[in-house]
């Protein structure tokens, strides 16, 4: 098909193609067992994996191929051949989905009675996941109380050590607002 396009007095002649429509074919969704061996696996090698890039232990090599290792056994249970980004993607939504749920049964135990317990259950799948999962991760740092009270001793030490894991430098605005000393 030939088409006709004027700009600025000039008109050009090009050719159109008309291209099919394709409908996208969705992936089947992982089976039970396929979630339960990608989080074991990756439980088995999450110091590779979920490691920092830092000194000569952990390497993007060493992380891409355990994250190849993880989908090769993720494949010897599945009906479906899986992908290392599936793989890499289905692992980071059940994170996410098991930090959602984490938090929602922490904001509820921390709330006050009146009315009926909200007990959470967790999948095998999400068990594996939450294990692998720091309480800092699912809960976020402690704030100091309504009253504005600095924090307690254990909390102090629990900041601490978060902030030498993450090299955050003392002293900062960030510290201020948890009731460390100038």
């Not at 090009?14 to 039970?32: C, D, G, I, N």
């Not at 929602?104 to 959470?120: F, I, M, N, V, Y």
């Not at 100091?144 to 955050?168: F, R």
Request: charged share 30%; with cysteine.
């Amino acid at each position: 098909m030939r088409a006709l396009f004027t700009y600025c007095g000039a008109t050009v002649e090009f050719l159109t193609m008309a291209l099919p429509y394709v409908k996208h074919q969705r992936r089947p969704k992982f089976s039970e067992t396929e979630a339960l061996t990608l989080v074991e696996e990756v439980e088995r090698r999450r110091h590779i994996i979920l490691g920092r890039l830092e000194g000569s232990k952990v390497t993007g090599e060493k992380k891409q191929r355990a994250w190849e290792e993880v989908t090769a056994l993720v494949n010897e249970v599945s009906r479906v051949g899986r992908t290392e980004e599936e793989c890499r993607r289905k692992f980071k939504d059940l994170r996410s989905l098991v930090k959602v749920k984490a938090g929602k049964e922490q904001r509820h135990l921390a709330g006050t009675g009146g009315g009926p317990s909200d007990t959470t259950s967790y999948t095998a799948v999400e068990e594996v996941v939450l294990r692998m999962m720091s309480p800092v991760a699912v809960t976020g740092l402690p704030l100091p109380d309504s009253q504005g009270a600095t924090m307690s001793k254990g909390n102090k030490d629990k900041l601490q050590l978060w902030s030498m894991q993450h090299k955050l430098i003392p002293g900062l605005w960030y510290l201020h607002r948890w009731g460390f000393p100038h």
